[in-house]
């Protein structure tokens, strides 16, 4: 699935948390957003994994 969000590519300097946007600019500062998903990451994995040994430690 592709992703259409963007965040702004200077949120760091211009703004307090990441602004995300539809557009290819920010809406608040008009700087260039960039697409907010560079890197590939998969939730289920890492989060199944955190997840499990969560309840592991848990349990001992
Ligand atoms: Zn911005």
Redesign the pocket.
């Known amino acids: 699935m592709k992703s259409d969000i963007r965040v702004?590519a200077?949120?760091e300097r211009?703004?307090d948390r990441p602004?995300y946007t539809l557009a290819s600019t920010?809406p608040?500062?008009g700087?260039e957003a960039v697409n907010s998903a560079p890197a590939p990451f998969s939730p289920e994995d890492s989060y199944g994994e955190y997840r499990r040994s969560l309840k592991r430690r848990r349990r001992e």
């Open positions: 702004c200077d949120w211009e703004h602004v920010c608040d500062c700087g």
